[in-house]
């Protein structure tokens, strides 16, 4: 089975702040994607990388930015977190077009 | 990017009874994905459909992927507590990369015991 792991279910950060969010999938996908979940809003892309050291923006990219430095971990940056980015963030990797294998989130609160 | 309705938003049914949800876009989709996602965890994947007309189940669950590949609807049949959660509609576009998937804004399904 897929295993992708958020390394924090939940994270307290201060506006200003510089804030990594680190995923890893144990199934040797190219496919890495991070996305953000708000009420209403569904799921919409930020980021999203086929292979390393590669990176394409999402449908919401400002604030953010991405590194993937090998192949089965994609970080999630918030150069200056602000209160608007407080949401939940979920994680997905997929091999070729197969469907997407998301984590469990992480929420993230920034006051 | 392209816009995914889903509807209802959410439902308050009580066990036992039938639910079905739909997605529609204005512009057309060649894979359909339908996710469930449980309270506090990451949404898991239920039926993928791939083909205009495609009629798919897994269980209780049964999907259509419609023929002008822009709606799809999830039906759940005689729903248990368990069935609780967000349910999410998402399409893959035939245009730009293969990689992007469209989400709609989920249902929220509460069952009443």
């Known amino acids: 089975d897929v295993k992708v792991t958020q390394s924090s279910r939940y994270l307290v950060k201060r506006t200003g702040e510089k804030v990594f969010l680190e995923c890893v999938q144990d199934m040797d996908h190219e496919n890495m994607f991070w996305y953000r979940q708000d009420p209403g809003l569904g799921l919409r892309l930020i980021y999203f990388s086929y292979d390393v050291k590669m990176k394409e923006k999402g449908d919401i990219p400002e604030g953010y930015s991405v590194s993937r430095e090998k192949k089965e971990r994609f970080s999630l940056i918030l150069e200056s977190a602000s209160t608007n980015q407080t949401s939940m963030y979920l994680c997905?990797?997929?091999?070729?077009?197969?469907?997407?294998?998301f984590g469990n989130g992480t929420r993230l609160t920034v006051t | 990017g392209q816009q995914l309705n889903q509807s209802p938003q959410s439902m308050f049914i009580q066990e036992g009874e039938d639910v079905s949800m739909n997605c529609t876009s204005s512009s057309i989709f060649n894979t359909w994905l339908w996710y469930k996602q449980d309270p506090g965890e990451g949404p898991v994947l239920l039926i993928a459909l791939y083909k205009a007309g495609e009629l798919t189940s897994n269980g209780r669950l049964t999907a259509q992927f419609g023929i002008t590949r822009k709606d799809s609807f999830l039906n759940i049949s005689a729903s248990i507590p368990s069935d609780v959660g967000i349910y999410f509609c998402?399409?893959?576009?035939?245009?730009?990369?293969?990689?992007?998937?469209?989400f709609g804004s989920g249902t929220q399904l509460t069952v009443l015991p």
């Open positions: 998402a399409g893959q576009s035939p245009f730009g990369s293969a990689r992007q998937l469209t």
């Open positions: 997905a990797s997929s091999f070729m077009n197969s469907p997407l294998h």
